[in-house]
């Protein structure tokens, strides 16, 4: 349904069958483009960090609430208390 401009040059064309019986060709074509190259004005980097998820060029961490992390350290405390208390007993019910 498309022109293909005469400079292109067909690389492969794969027929592919679906399940309900249908085909399909899917056309690869090789041609010469000439990419203009820009002079980079500005750059950040991102280096990745497992406490902080991630730290830029400029130094920057993101301020992140950690609400994860703090309910990790909650329910460690809550489970030492529950573990040294006597089975059966309504204080370790309550816990």
């Known amino acids: 349904h498309r022109s293909v401009p005469s400079e292109y040059r067909l690389k492969s064309v794969t027929v592919s069958q679906t399940p309900s019986g249908k085909y399909y ?3 690869l074509f090789e ?3 000439q ?3 820009k002079e980079l004005q500005k750059f950040l980097g991102l280096d990745f ?3 902080e998820l ?3 060029s400029n130094g920057k961490e993101p301020a992140y ?3 994860y992390r703090n309910a990790e350290k909650k329910l460690a405390r809550e489970q030492r208390k529950l573990s ?3 089975k059966g007993s309504n ?3 309550k816990q």
């Open 49 to 51: 960090s497992m406490h």
């Open 35 to 37: 990419v203009q190259e």
């Open 84 to 86: 040294k208390m006597q």
């Open 25 to 27: 060709a899917s056309i």
């Open 54 to 56: 991630y730290r830029d």
């Open 65 to 67: 609430p950690r609400y």
């Open 31 to 33: 041609y010469e483009d």
């Open 91 to 93: 204080n370790r019910n």
